[in-house]
């Protein structure tokens, strides 16, 4: 049992803004009350008391971000290392830190619960394993399902009621948790070195099947299917300039059903060509604001080192093409693919420069707190040990114009960061880091510090120096227990998955499994993700 | 100056970035004694290993055969690092300046990602040297590196700058990926200049080329004349008078660029 | 190490078996080392966009010297033995329609006609495949091969879809590498001395450590080396400590200090195994067995580990040392 005392607790949910007042822990949850002789009491007088850090959207495991760290160990060798020690394995930090490293990385955050945003269900049982070495962070997973050609194929005949079972079929198939969209149409277009780029056009391959129509039939499935994660969508087109026509209208097309836009910094580009390349975040957070049913993730970028990893197969040839730099592909046989290509942004760069100012402008346009949250798309726009960066270029708006007077002189002409002088509060930083991301999860024992919640809690000091506040926590309790204590990691624990089990006509397995022997190169019994492979599993049921 | 006197070949290979005349120019004679060595997975002292002579200098001198010893003069900036003997693999990677002189053999990855300094091998060295490690976009970027005997694969891969000879014989893929600089060779085996961008390769005997090479033509350029002139002061000797021969112009890499100079010596007759 | 120098862009095997027309087959022989390859993925199927089965599909082998799988190829191009990298590198100047020396390529094996042909070819198919076997991966240039075979792929994409695969060896290979990725971020030649992974071939990887006896120890699992390593390699692990966990005997058996019999992964013990196009298989055993797994017995060896004194001195600081 456990008391924290003295801290101000931020707890947005729960309308808790600030107040000093004790947090008590018992069996891994949040109390009312503990009494008697076995409590620990944690001092937290100067600190701010935060419900644990939850990321909507990032790349930490399977098939695609393991690709990645075969492409580019001088990125290991520069990064921070983790020794081995009694408590903790070794490992790297960096671009693409290996998975013992990611959970003491997140821990060094604060960060309590993560969403592996991009899993094909044909390498599942990979994206697991790798999330079961990941120590401290609960999970979650989007499976990729938006370019299954299977799921296409009847959306091509209109057999839309059939698609759903199938596509939930996959989803339990995976152990998944959500379903991710990514460049509907565009990644099977890929197949054959093309794109789909235009949302009304037929994706190559098709004649009635269109990026538009993926989009909406899809967002539809998951509503019927009560999934609590709303369909997770990377719209067409991203990063190319101009594509804020195609966000706005993909918005037009999910038509009241709800939608999780990802890094949206990456859709929100104006202009014709790389040189007239501007921000048109007014026009999209206007838009955005009136749309109640959708949430999204900034995506923003920092200068420096990444690497790009995405399912975004023609972005990624796009992108080797434009730098030169090394670039990875892998065409997931009927399903989706994946693009790697190291990337460094520069504040000399005009076109960087521009989407470092979109991410931020997002984030402070967008009127409501719990719909827009702090993301990179790790380790595409920067790696998620950057976030304490963004809190305070949020928080602090004289600190963000010194930045801002860095930027190449032509970029201040086509971004509107300038104009901004909103600063986050901190209790908008704990809705947009865990209470947000927790509630667009669907996960209602995340993101707070109710009764009845996670004991998942960080302790910061409060420190005007946001980025070293964010970045050092005193303490953080994941599931009640202490894990990082004045700053070290001292305990090793085990995070869980959560996955669904959604409801779904089991008799869609007589039409998958001829079809699947035919197009696929496994055996059809190989195919679904065994339970064990997962440990300790929290299974939520659907519909 | 400092004397490091190596008792007896370690039993399996030691990691010494700590023999480095930026660590020991102001460390009194204990102190060095006490400088960490790596052996294996432990961590034990400079004079487990090694007699001390000395303290508090920028001269460093180690003498034996420490072709076991790895690191040495890791990222050094100044000072003289001198080897009696052999070295072992990383010797003078990431230097900045400085000099370091090898009487006998230095095995592989010599000068790696170095950025300026001067490195002398009486021997023999390995491959990968000047060269960018596994992944790294950029090898050297200035300095000097010259080996009196052969060296091995790689030489000068990835290197931006700066300048390489190998009096003797380099192994396969000399100038691999090369940006710029120039590698100046007593011969050379396959696949000289594979994938050159930029940079010059001098070869003073005939080597092999690869179908991506173009033949220019054969001339005298007068840079060499004044560049003949510097390299004498390093011991190199590069001929250029029109009585002896001409070079023997080539370009390439076709495939991926056509800025790469690829000059071999014909003798007169 | 090829993936490290410019990318890798492949696909999974499924892909080939949909879309292929055009499959090369360099420096590998399949009809023996990988005997349900072209029935199961790449020539004989009726893939969903190849519906005429073998008919729709040109095969390529390109080898030094006629092989089984010569027989199945619709073009054979035979070059001379370690000329891969020269040909391979002027193909990729002849795709950017780049000039080459006419009279070097013929010192390849094949024209200048041969190759501006099959340069034609490769921007002309639909979906095109390189799959490179130890022909290339093994002879002299090694990961340089494999690199320019990665390199001539990824350029082709500016004209058609064009993908690679190297054809892997026998065993868990790929899953090996895919689980030393994952926990060190290092596929291969991992050094873990100083307390964290460092990585570096021909430093770390184990036939060279094993060869110049930088080791004083070695333990051995699913592996043989004593059967295929150098002398020098051999006879150091005869001389140091060495142990076995191999449900066989093995050559490196009787060398070591140690065997230790172990059940059969994918009989007795469960796993995965991670296919060429690292997609992930979970093995069923179906057999029980006397003997433990290999997990079973490294966990018994690491409980001993653990109580012995931490090797790091209390004070260790991390020195950085790439």
Do not use: D, F, I, Y
């Given at each position: 049992m456990l008391r924290i005392t003295g801290g101000k607790v931020y707890d947005p949910a729960n309308d808790v803004n600030g107040e000093v007042r004790d947090v008590c822990i018992s069996d891994g949850r949040i109390v009312a009350e503990v009494a008697g002789a076995d409590v620990r009491t944690i001092d937290a007088a100067g600190m701010v008391v935060f419900p644990g850090g939850v990321d909507v959207h990032t790349h930490v495991a399977g098939g695609a971000l393991n690709f990645a760290r075969a492409m580019t160990p001088e990125n290991h060798r520069a990064a921070a290392k983790f020794t081995h020690s009694p408590e903790l394995r070794a490992g790297v930090g960096g671009t693409t830190p290996s998975t013992f490293a990611t959970g003491y990385l997140y821990a060094g955050l604060g960060y309590t619960t993560v969403n592996e945003a991009a899993v094909p269900v044909l390498s599942a049982r990979h994206t697991h394993e790798e999330l079961r070495d990941t120590p401290l962070v609960d999970k979650t997973c989007c499976v990729l399902m938006a370019n299954n050609e299977l799921i296409l194929d009847l959306l091509e005949e209109g057999e839309t009621e059939r698609a759903k079972h199938l596509l939930a079929w996959h989803l339990w198939a995976a152990k998944g948790y959500g379903v991710k969209a990514v460049n509907p149409g565009g990644v099977t277009a890929w197949k054959w070195g093309k794109d789909a780029k235009i949302l009304s056009e037929p994706v190559p391959g098709y004649s009635k099947v269109t990026p538009a129509k993926i989009i909406s039939s899809m967002a539809a499935m998951v509503d019927e299917l009560k999934?609590?994660?709303?369909?997770h969508l990377h719209c067409n087109n991203l990063g190319a300039p101009g594509n804020i026509d195609t966000t706005i209208e993909t918005m037009k097309v999910l038509d009241g059903h709800r939608a999780h836009m990802a890094h949206l910094q990456f859709h929100s580009y104006g202009g014709d060509d790389w040189d007239t390349l501007r921000s048109e975040s007014v026009r999209l957070a206007e838009f955005f604001n009136g749309q109640p049913n959708l949430t999204a993730d900034a995506g923003a970028i920092l200068f420096g080192d990444s690497v790009t990893i995405t399912a975004d197969g023609p972005w990624q040839h796009l992108l080797y093409q434009l730098t030169g730099r090394k670039w990875g592909n892998l065409d997931v046989e009927n399903e989706t693919g994946c693009g790697v290509v190291p990337y460094t942004y520069k504040g000399t760069n005009m076109v960087n420069a521009v989407q470092w100012a979109v991410g931020l402008e997002l984030l402070l346009l967008i009127d409501d707190p719990w719909r827009i949250y702090l993301t990179t798309d790790h380790p595409n726009g920067a790696c998620f040990w950057r976030y304490p960066e963004i809190i305070h270029l949020l928080m602090n708006a004289d600190f963000r114009r010194e930045c801002i007077d860095k930027l190449p002189e032509k970029a201040l002409k086509r971004i509107h960061l300038p104009g901004i002088d909103r600063e986050y509060t901190l209790s908008e930083i704990a809705i947009i880091i865990s209470a947000g991301p927790a509630r667009a999860l669907g996960m209602p024992q995340k993101g707070h510090l109710g009764v009845g919640a996670d004991a998942d809690v960080a302790l910061y000091n409060d420190d005007p120096d946001r980025e070293r506040m964010f970045g050092h926590p005193r303490y953080l309790l994941k599931g009640g227990e202490v894990v990082v204590e004045e700053g070290d990691i001292r305990k090793m624990v085990d995070g869980r998955e959560c996955i669904v089990r959604p409801s779904f006509d089991k008799n869609i397995e007589e039409y998958l499994r001829p079809l699947f022997e035919q197009y696929y190169t496994m055996s059809f019994d190989n195919y679904p993700v065994e339970m064990d492979r997962l440990e300790g599993a929290d299974i939520r049921e659907c519909g | 100056m400092i004397t490091l006197t190596l008792k007896e070949q370690p039993e399996v290979p030691i990691e010494a970035e700590a023999l480095s005349p930026d660590v020991v120019a102001e460390l009194g004679n204990d102190e060095l004694r006490a400088l960490p060595i790596f052996f294996g997975k432990r961590q034990l002292r400079l004079d487990d290993f090694f007699e001390v002579e000395g303290e508090a200098s920028e001269e460093l001198e180690i003498h034996g055969d420490?072709?076991?010893?790895?690191?040495?003069?890791?990222?050094?900036?100044r000072g003289q690092l001198r080897i009696v003997g052999n070295a072992g693999m990383h010797l003078g990677a990431f230097m900045k300046g400085g000099a370091i002189d090898v009487s006998g053999n230095a095995s592989d990855w010599v000068g790696a990602e170095m950025s300026g300094g001067l490195i002398r091998i009486g021997g023999n060295v390995g491959g990968q040297i000047g060269a960018a490690y596994r992944g790294s976009l950029t090898g050297m970027t200035a300095g000097t590196i010259v080996v009196e005997g052969s060296a091995g694969l790689e030489v000068g891969m990835r290197m931006k700058r700066g300048t390489i000879v190998v009096k003797g014989m380099a192994k396969d893929f000399t100038g691999l990926e090369m940006k710029g600089g120039t590698i100046i060779l007593g011969g050379a085996e396959l696949r000289t200049g594979a994938w050159m961008n930029r940079g010059t390769i001098i070869s003073l005997t005939p080597i092999p080329l690869l179908p991506t090479f173009a033949y220019n033509c054969s001339y005298n350029p007068t840079f060499l004349r004044i560049y003949s002139r510097e390299l004498e002061t390093l011991g190199v000797s590069l001929p250029f008078e029109e009585s002896e021969g001409s070079y023997e112009l080539y370009s390439g890499d076709a495939a991926v660029s056509r800025k790469g100079e690829l000059l071999v010596w014909k003798p007169a007759g | 190490m090829a993936a490290q120098l410019g990318g890798k862009v492949t696909c999974t095997l499924g892909e080939v078996k949909n879309r292929a027309d055009f499959i090369i087959y360099w420096g590998g022989n399949p009809a023996d080392c990988h005997p349900l390859h072209f029935s199961r993925y790449t020539l004989i199927p009726k893939g969903?966009?190849?519906?005429?089965?073998?008919?729709g599909r040109t095969m390529v082998l390109v080898d030094v010297r006629e092989t089984p799988s010569a027989k199945h190829a619709d073009i054979l191009l035979q070059i001379k033995p370690g000329k891969d990298f020269e040909v391979i590198t002027t193909l990729r100047a002849l795709v950017k329609n780049q000039p080459v020396d006419a009279a070097r390529v013929a010192e390849t094996g094949l024209t200048l006609e041969q190759m501006q042909d099959f340069v034609d070819r490769m921007k002309n198919a639909r979906f095109g495949v390189l799959f490179f076997g130890m022909g290339l991966s093994m002879t002299r240039g090694k990961h340089m091969n494999s690199a320019a075979a990665l390199a001539l792929v990824a350029e082709l994409n500016a004209y058609t879809k064009f993908v690679s695969m190297p054809m892997r060896g026998h065993g868990n290979v790929t899953g090996a590498d895919v689980v030393m990725r994952w926990t060190t971020g290092f596929p291969f030649g991992v050094s873990m001395s100083r307390g964290y992974p460092r990585f570096n071939p021909g430093e770390f990887s184990t036939i060279d450590v094993l060869v110049r006896g930088d080791n004083d120890a070695t333990l051995v699992l699913g592996a043989d080396p004593g059967a295929t390593m150098p002398q020098p390699a051999i006879d150091h692990l005869a001389r140091t400590p060495t142990i076995v966990l191999d449900p066989k005997v093995t050559h490196t058996s009787r060398l070591a200090r140690v065997h230790i019999t172990t059940a059969t992964t994918g009989i007795s013990a469960p796993g995965t195994v991670y296919r060429m196009d690292e997609i992930p298989l979970p093995l069923k055993p179906i057999l029980e067995s006397p003997y433990p797994t290999d997990e079973e017995v490294v966990h018994r060896i690491l409980e001993k580990v653990k109580?012995?004194?931490?090797?790091?001195?209390?004070s260790f600081k991390e020195v950085p040392c790439a």
């Open positions: 999934l609590p994660h709303p369909m | 420490a072709s076991r010893v790895k690191w040495l003069g890791r990222g050094m900036t | 969903k966009h190849v519906p005429e089965g073998r008919k109580e012995k004194p931490a090797w790091l001195p209390a």
